[in-house]
């Protein structure tokens, strides 16, 4: 009866017990918030007995300041410890169950909410005037709250996180220089665990107010996070080979935490004084273990290269001294037109000419190189110019009435391409492509104009080799048989015989 509950005060302590005994067993993450509910009970319990020794010992409950008021904090501490127990109930056991998890502060907030509630009813039952209390009470916020206004701040900023779900406990972020996953989220402060084992804590004003960088998320997409690699190899060796030797090792096998999409990629960055650079990017499923798994990836670098034959580039610097005069460059210069005379004999277009006029030709050829996956001429362009492969492969495609292109032939190291707008001025007739990184020579109309203006005759044995070369491309479009192609023939010879005299103006 002193406690105001009746005799079923005994019957409420032992249930709440039982239940807390439950909850522990229940929900191990809360039993901290279980032990205090229990020891505030007892402190409960010790309250009901010290105002009823009171009663005891001659104070008269109705006028009695101190029984009054150790009957009401008997109480508010009784109805603190059941609603804490009621919280576990609702927020871990039945809302847990249909796998719904509010935000923490709300629950804090419906909680202090329950405090202030239990607080004034008990203290209206208790016959303590509250008009007093709240006027006093609005002067007494209005100084803390000026006084407390970064911590209120902080408090504000907490109850915004935490109910846009903006960060989330578990989240990756980074803010200033401080990168790590959100292990708390509280009323004043958030903390992140770096992965250097540190706890940093940061007030929820400097979060709201700042630029967080929420990492590895993306909308609709796995948690997942692009890492960079940088490494650096000589200029000796052709960025495609660098990259098709490390592509090739980063994707065989699978490599833990690393994504296999989007696939890791190799990609040049920069041209420094001595060297290429490059830069792996991967992407990461795992933000805790980042250089655990770029020492992973470094030793993939690290091996594909070496089995490529391909070396790192180290710091060094080299000086190189050569004695330039007039001899060296005319012996350098002689052994390039050789070269390329040697390469002209190889050349069906070239059969007819001597050798002054082949060396007449070199001397005018220029270099050309072109990188694996470029088109080298496409179909319908207009070039006055031929090609001479000279390292190398490239794929010949054509494309009809706007449809796909279709393979027609591949080219090799001595083929050459190109031969109909050098000699008659038409546009291309097939798109080519490198497939794989391509040297060639480029000879133009006006390099060819002076040898055809001293020996008109060349053009009929050239207006031959293009008319062949020409019906097998249109009877792979079109399905000529043998009959069909000869009769091309004849027809297609003396038309492009006509128009490479028009084109090189020969009488």
Request: aromatic fraction near 8%; include cysteine.
């Amino acid at each position: 009866m002193v406690a105001g509950v009746g005799g079923a005060f005994h019957w409420l302590a032992l249930g709440f017990i039982a239940l807390a005994l439950i909850l522990s067993a229940l929900v191990p993450a809360e039993r901290r918030r279980i032990r205090v509910a229990t020891l505030l009970l007892l402190f409960s319990i010790f309250g009901v007995f010290f105002a009823a020794a009171l009663v005891y010992y001659g104070s008269d409950p109705a006028t009695s300041t101190a029984f009054r008021w150790v009957r009401w904090a008997a109480l508010f501490i009784l109805c603190v410890a059941i609603i804490n127990i009621a919280s576990v109930v609702i927020f871990d056991v039945l809302l847990g169950a249909v796998k719904l998890k509010p935000p923490r502060i709300l629950r804090d907030l419906l909680i202090a909410f329950s405090y202030i509630i239990v607080a004034i009813t008990l203290l209206s039952r208790s016959g303590v005037d509250l008009t007093g209390i709240v006027a006093t009470s609005a002067v007494i916020t209005a100084v803390v709250g000026f006084s407390l206004q970064d911590t209120l701040g902080n408090v504000m900023g907490g109850m915004a996180l935490q109910m846009e779900r903006t960060i989330s406990v578990g989240d990756w972020v980074r803010v200033d220089q401080q990168e790590g996953r959100v292990v708390e989220i509280r009323w004043r402060q958030t903390s992140i665990e770096t992965r250097n084992w540190d706890t940093v804590v940061i007030p929820n004003s400097v979060l709201m107010k700042g630029q967080v960088l929420l990492l590895a998320r993306r909308t609709g997409a796995p948690r997942q996070h692009r890492q960079w690699v940088y490494f650096n190899v000589d200029f000796r060796f052709a960025p495609t080979d660098v990259i098709e030797a490390v592509v090739t090792a980063l994707c065989a096998e699978p490599i833990e935490n690393v994504a296999s999409e989007p696939p890791p990629q190799c990609i040049v960055t920069d041209f420094k004084e001595s060297y290429i650079s490059y830069a792996v990017r991967y992407w990461l499923t795992d933000l805790a273990l980042t250089d655990p798994t770029d020492s992973v990836v470094r030793q993939r670098i690290y091996f594909a290269l070496r089995r490529a034959g391909i070396q790192l580039s180290i710091p060094a610097q080299t000086l190189f001294i050569t004695e330039d005069d007039e001899h060296r460059r005319q012996r350098k210069r002689a052994e390039e037109i050789e070269q390329r005379v040697k390469t002209l004999q190889r050349v069906e277009l070239f059969h007819t000419l001597t050798d002054d006029e082949r060396r007449s030709l070199a001397e005018r050829m220029t270099v050309a190189p072109f990188v694996r996956g470029e088109a080298m001429t496409r179909q319908g362009a207009v070039a006055h110019w031929l090609y001479i492969i000279t390292e190398g492969d490239a794929e010949v495609r054509i494309s009809a009435d706007g449809n796909l292109s279709k393979h027609v032939a591949t080219l090799h190291t001595g083929d050459f391409f190109g031969e109909m707008s050098l000699m008659t001025g038409e546009p291309r007739a097939a798109t080519v492509i490198a497939q794989t990184d391509v040297e060639c020579y480029r000879l133009d109309k006006k390099s060819f104009q002076d040898i055809l203006q001293r020996r008109p005759e060349i053009a009929e044995d050239i207006s031959h080799i293009l008319a062949r070369r020409r019906v097998e491309l249109e009877a792979v479009r079109d399905g000529l048989n043998e009959e069909a192609k000869r009769n091309r023939m004849s027809h297609t010879q003396g038309d492009l015989l006509r128009r490479i005299r028009d084109f090189f103006t020969l009488n």
